[in-house]
């Protein structure tokens, strides 16, 4: 479950989850600029790192703008997403399918020593 990252897996588990497999949807280590921005004023703001729910709202506000700014004329919000298909997101690209469902990497991670670490 993606809430694994938040670090409720190892602080709830301790030492039963050590060696666990999860999929993640974000990276908290990522090095891309556009993440290590995004992390940099999150945590100014809010003073704590963002957890893959703030990367996937951050994520889907900027979909919603970036569609918002791209409508054209008679054309619903849904229709110009789904137009569109493609949006940047902070680490990596989003596509979405027909039916709005993302297709984004993912990420296999590991419990090691009491840290989630994503694995190459």
């Not at 990276?27 to 993440?35: F, G, I, K, M």
């Not at 940099?40 to 900027?62: E, H, L, M, W």
């Not at 990497?105 to 020593?113: D, E, F, T, W």
């Amino acid at each position: 479950s993606e809430w694994a990252s938040t670090g409720s897996l190892v602080g709830l588990g301790g030492v039963t989850v050590e060696g666990a497999l999860i999929s993640l949807f974000s990276d908290n280590n990522c090095t891309l600029p556009s993440y290590v921005s995004f992390k940099s004023d999150f945590q100014k703001d809010f003073g704590v790192s963002p957890a893959f729910d703030a990367v996937n709202a951050y994520d889907a506000a900027n979909v919603v703008m970036d569609s918002l700014a791209a409508r054209r004329k008679g054309e619903s919000l849904k229709e110009t997403v789904l137009r569109l298909a493609t949006f940047q997101g902070v680490q990596g690209p989003i596509t979405l399918d027909p039916y709005g469902d993302a297709n984004r990497k993912a990420y296999i991670a590991k419990v090691s020593n009491a840290t989630i670490m994503v694995l190459e």
